[in-house]
């Protein structure tokens, strides 16, 4: 019934969302970019909130908000990082 989620790892799929189109990085493949959100969860501190199976987070977004800038830049360098050592050739 209840159900556990990080709020940093929807963060992050967000912030991959909106930066990797207008990212300048020589691969976007879907490996590279679970790569780049697997790096930058690892950089963040767990988000964990508990929410009835199914729900849709709302209040979490605009209290926890002030993180965005935070996720934002580890997502930056994460790219970087992984497109200097993609794990794929
Ligand atoms: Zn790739």
Same mark, same amino acid.
């Given at each position: 019934m209840y159900e556990? /989620? *990080?709020? *940093? !790892? $929807?963060?992050?799929?967000? =912030?991959?969302e909106e930066y $990797?189109?207008?990212a300048? $990085?020589?691969?976007?493949? !879907?490996?590279?970019?679970a790569d780049i959100? %697997?790096? %930058?969860? *690892?950089?963040l501190p767990?988000? #964990? #909130?508990?929410s009835l199976k199914g729900e849709v987070m709302t209040h979490f977004e605009s209290q926890m908000a002030p993180d965005r800038a935070r996720v934002l830049s580890e997502v930056?360098? %994460?790219a970087q990082i992984? /497109? =200097?050592y993609p794990s794929h050739k």
């Open positions: 556990f /989620s *990080n709020f *940093n !790892e $929807l963060m992050v799929k967000r =912030a991959v $990797l189109p207008i300048n $990085l020589p691969c976007k493949c !879907e490996r590279c970019q959100i %697997a790096f %930058a969860l *690892n950089r767990p988000r #964990y #909130y508990v930056v360098s %994460a992984i /497109s =200097a």
